[in-house]
């Protein structure tokens, strides 16, 4: 079959098989994609094109229009602050050459003017790194490299395919590291871990400044409307006790969650609806936005070591979509996937 990215690759167990008049008479879909299908003795081609509209030539353009040519333009780039670094630069070093010549030996002012050549402190430069991009952040646990490399995996996919400017994942150490940097926070939650007051400070803090936390208790727990008493759901309960959160309830399959980017929701046999928890928030539904979800889908096996072509595909589109929320909340709850709207633009 063919991949998302046109390449020829051997199909997953989950694709279904097809008779040769169901090649005639079905669409592609993500249970029969377009691909070379065969019988054991002759082989079938199923396009995509053949269901496509046909294609027409673009015609004339219009007179109002402008035409020009796909290149890449030379950027222009100010040069006029690092002239003004250059000459005050020179500048220190003259009156440095000055101060240490032989009519003026007093080390006292020469001292003064190292200070100048003295480096930022490295927090600080780390902080304006953080802030230039968007950095994805995995609460430290006894398993941080797989973490790691879970997060590091979906936000190379977020980079390749949205706009947004991806860093690299982090480790955040919730005793004492600053979090306003993360606008999502991915919590794999311990069954034997503990909460120290000061990591329910940070949290607090967190939050109440607009902050987002995944929990993921990765054991099923939330799976359905009844949730299983685990360890890892104690400790979780333990951790947010004294925090002041709505009550939680299952994301429905209209939630913004499933449509912030991808819709999700096109693909029964990867259905979330019912195991993301959110807030249950009593808001018009423009002004709904949770900041704490829960589950127990085990983001990091997914992310980070997908069973199959389609089961990874299928979670970096919800971890596009989660990131895509904690961004920009819910403005695609404004209806612009109504009929309506799509009519008056055929129109």
């Known amino acids: 079959m063919f991949d998302g990215w046109g390449r020829l690759v051997e199909p997953p167990g989950d694709i279904s098989s097809m008779s040769k008049s169901d090649l005639e008479n079905l669409l592609p879909s993500a249970k029969n994609p377009p691909g070379i299908y065969t019988d054991g003795v002759r082989k079938f081609a199923f396009n995509l094109g053949d269901h496509l509209p046909p294609l027409d030539a ?32 020179l500048f220190l070093i003259d009156w440095l050459i000055l101060l240490l010549s032989a009519r003026n030996r007093n080390l006292k002012y020469a001292a003064l003017a190292l200070i100048f050549f003295l480096p930022l402190p490295a927090a600080a430069q780390d902080n304006v790194n953080r802030a230039q991009s968007v950095h994805l952040a995995c609460v430290k646990t006894s398993n941080d490299e797989a973490c790691l490399r879970a997060l590091q995996n979906l936000s190379v996919t977020i980079k390749m395919r949205t706009s947004i400017e991806m860093g690299d994942p982090v480790i955040v150490d919730l005793d004492k590291d600053e979090l306003s940097f993360y606008p999502l926070l991915y919590w794999p939650v311990d069954p034997q871990g503990s909460t120290t007051p000061a990591i329910k400070n940070n949290l607090r803090n967190y939050l109440s400044k607009g902050g987002m936390v995944l929990f993921d208790t990765r054991d099923g727990a939330y799976d ?26 299952p994301a429905t399959k209209d939630h913004v969650l499933f449509k912030s980017f991808y819709l999700l929701n096109l693909y029964p046999e990867y259905d979330l609806a019912g195991k993301i928890w959110i807030e249950d928030i009593s808001l018009p539904p423009e002004e709904k936005l949770s900041s704490v979800l829960i589950t127990g889908e085990d983001c990091i096996s997914h992310w980070g070591y997908p069973s199959t072509m389609t089961d990874g595909e ?19 709850s404004d209806q612009v996937h109504m009929k309506a709207i799509l009519q008056r633009m055929g129109r």
């Open 224 to 249: 359905s409307s009844q949730i299983i008493a685990s360890p890892a759901v104690k400790n979780l309960r333990d951790t947010l006790q004294g925090i002041d959160i709505p009550p939680l309830k």
């Open 58 to 89: 673009i015609g004339a353009l219009p007179a109002n229009a402008r035409s020009e040519s796909l290149t890449v333009a030379t950027q222009e780039k100010k040069l006029s602050s690092h002239f003004f670094l250059l000459a005050v630069l």
């Open 314 to 332: 299928m979670s970096y589109r919800f971890g596009i979509n989660l990131v895509m929320y904690s961004l920009t909340g819910n403005y695609k």
